[in-house]
């Protein structure tokens, strides 16, 4: 089963607009990370955020945690057609050595 | 330094076949683990190895199994393949497998079953 869920499931959105992606989780955990996935390659991580932390930045990347509501959303700043992907949210299983993957978010960024 | 490296790129195979897939991790990594990835059903986890050693496994039939060797190059298995197989099979790495490491993944094996 999995243990993010992403929403929206899809969003089209012009070149230069913020693209917010959310995550909500069931258990507690020790991080949340978020990874995309160009079409049909592997997934490459962008950003890692521990249960501690509530806000964290790379670049054009703001992560969010709320363990209160267990959710958590990525926001992308003035989106470029590059960012065309899809994003994923994964959690630790609180058995340990596993990683679990949300259903992912398609974002279309028209140029 | 080179990333994780899986190979075949493609295969296809016929029903009641088995397939063998290889994943090389990142040099200094010993945790590789390995997932499907399906339109219908997302990135499901298959199993994680270290040090040759299965640590944790997902919710697959017995016909998909694993290995890791002592260079910590990763095999899985599938035997009897069924339509539903086909997928992308993605393996990643990390240094230990822990809480709070990232995992690098490969470009994936896209199986189709005929």
């Known amino acids: 089963s999995q243990q993010g869920e992403e929403d929206p499931q899809a969003l089209s959105i012009q070149e230069g607009e913020n693209a917010t992606m959310n995550c909500s989780y069931k258990?507690?955990?020790?991080?949340l990370q978020w990874y995309r996935q160009n079409s049909g390659r592997g997934l490459v991580h962008l950003i890692l955020i521990r249960s501690n932390e509530r806000e964290k930045h790379s670049g054009r990347l703001r992560v969010t945690l709320d363990t209160s509501k267990k959710s958590s959303s990525l926001l992308i700043t003035a989106s470029r057609a590059a960012d065309t992907a899809s994003y994923f949210c994964?959690?630790?299983?609180?058995?340990?050595?596993?990683?679990?993957f949300g259903a992912g978010t398609r974002l279309f960024v028209k140029a | 330094k080179a990333g994780v490296t899986q190979t075949p790129r493609y295969l296809i195979k016929t029903r009641g076949q088995q397939v063998t897939l290889s994943c090389s991790p990142i040099?200094?990594?010993?945790?590789v683990s390995w997932y499907q990835q399906t339109p219908g059903q997302g990135l499901q986890f298959l199993f994680e190895?270290?040090?040759?050693?299965?640590?944790n496994k997902g919710n697959f039939p017995g016909r998909f199994s694993g290995r890791q060797f002592s260079n910590s190059r990763s095999e899985m298995n599938v035997s009897t393949l069924e339509l539903g197989d086909s997928a992308l099979y993605l393996c990643?790495?990390?240094?230990?497998?822990?809480?709070?490491?990232?995992?690098?993944f490969g470009s994936g094996t896209q199986l189709s079953v005929l």
């Open positions: 040099s200094g990594h010993r945790s």
């Open positions: 994964a959690t630790d299983d609180t058995g340990g050595f596993k990683t679990i």
């Open positions: 258990t507690s955990i020790n991080n």
């Open positions: 990643a790495s990390s240094l230990g497998g822990g809480f709070h490491e990232k995992l690098f």
């Open positions: 190895y270290f040090s040759e050693t299965q640590r």
